[in-house]
């Protein structure tokens, strides 16, 4: 039987519908949670996920702002007029949470501009601070890729309490994260969980083991349906570009896993695109709100 395909975007909707209701109700206390984006150079995947941020914001009466910095020059000079930008938000009272889209132009250093990030207004989570208090069990913004993962289970009946759950991907935006939210007694969490990643050896023998399998190395196809246990949950993160020539654009977007034959295995799947990266967006969206009503007293 295939695998039942999860429905993100439902997902999504239901959480930008709590928060659309959230916002409405603080802006009566005179207060629009706002969200700052700061994007340089012009790399396309970028310009489309913040473009669809921006969308988000609007429907859920959130005020966002773009500020783009041009990614041609000596990476200094980028480097400057970013950090000049972080810290004009960190000071405007206004700004409820920050961003810094990446990927960076090659040779300008995000851990440095990250660390320039107010905490209370790094709505991803990624300042030093942050991801600390994530660790510790005490987090003050769940990292939204991560987040949005968790609710997929959660929202779809495939609560990991108890579960055994594999992750290929050990990056600091999701799989190190995500490991450690999991693994923390609490609710929506409380799984035993196995961190892998592509230098994993025997990486098959580990994904058969999951009960549900989080696949975010961001190699396309890296999960095939012979590395999936029958009857697991596969949540596929990643997304990669292939060439494809029979496609108008000559791509086509990918996941890490192989989906039409993972999905003969699998009881439920992500798909890609219109999976995991809807969530993204939604739990971000659910940060700056946090960071409205923790720092501007509502």
């Known amino acids: 039987m295939a695998a039942e395909i999860i429905d993100c975007k439902a997902i999504a909707a239901t959480i930008k519908g709590?928060?659309?209701?959230?916002?409405?109700?603080?802006?009566?206390?005179?207060?629009t949670p706002r969200l700052a984006v700061i994007v340089a150079g012009d790399d396309a995947a970028s310009a489309a996920y913040v473009r669809g941020k921006q969308r988000d914001s609007a429907e859920t009466g959130i005020a966002s702002d773009l500020w783009?910095?041009?990614?041609?020059?000596?990476?200094?000079?980028?480097?400057?007029?970013?950090?000049?930008?972080?810290?004009?938000?960190?000071a405007d009272p206004a700004v409820d949470g920050m961003i810094l889209q990446l990927p960076l132009p090659?040779?300008?250093y995000e851990d440095t501009l990250i660390e320039t990030i107010d905490p209370r207004k790094?709505?991803?989570?990624?300042?030093?601070?942050n991801a600390g208090l994530l660790v510790q069990g005490a987090a003050r913004y769940l990292p939204a890729t991560p987040h949005g993962v968790q609710q997929i289970l959660v929202r779809s009946g495939n609560d990991p309490g108890g579960k055994h759950v594999v992750i290929v991907g050990r990056s600091r935006l999701v799989g190190l994260p995500l490991a450690n939210m999991l693994v923390q007694k609490r609710a929506g969490a409380n799984a035993t969980v196995t961190l892998c990643h592509t230098s994993t050896p025997d990486l098959a023998g580990y994904t058969r083991a999951a009960d549900i399998l989080v696949?975010?190395?961001?190699?396309?196809?890296?999960?095939?349906?012979?590395?999936?246990?029958?009857?697991a949950v596969v949540i596929d993160v990643?997304?990669?570009?292939?060439d494809d020539p029979s496609r108008k654009r000559?791509?086509?977007?990918?996941?890490?896993?192989?989906?039409?034959?993972?999905?003969?295995?699998?009881?439920?799947?992500?798909?890609?695109?219109?999976?995991v990266g809807l969530m993204t967006r939604a739990m971000l969206l659910t940060n700056v709100v946090r960071a409205a009503r923790q720092f501007r007293g509502r």
């Not at 696949?215 to 009857?231: C, E, N, S, W």
């Not at 000559?250 to 992500?270: K, M, S």
């Open 238 to 242: 990643g997304i990669s570009r292939v």
């Open 106 to 108: 090659e040779d300008v």
């Open 68 to 90: 783009q910095v041009p990614g041609e020059g000596e990476p200094a000079a980028i480097e400057a007029a970013i950090r000049a930008h972080i810290e004009r938000l960190n």
């Open 250 to 275: 000559g791509y086509r977007l990918a996941g890490d896993v192989d989906f039409e034959a993972v999905a003969q295995v699998a009881r439920a799947i992500t798909p890609v695109p219109g999976g």
């Open 215 to 231: 696949a975010a190395a961001g190699v396309p196809g890296l999960i095939t349906a012979d590395m999936v246990r029958p009857g």
């Open 18 to 31: 709590e928060l659309t209701k959230q916002v409405a109700a603080i802006a009566e206390e005179g207060l």
């Open 122 to 129: 790094d709505v991803d989570g990624l300042h030093p601070e």
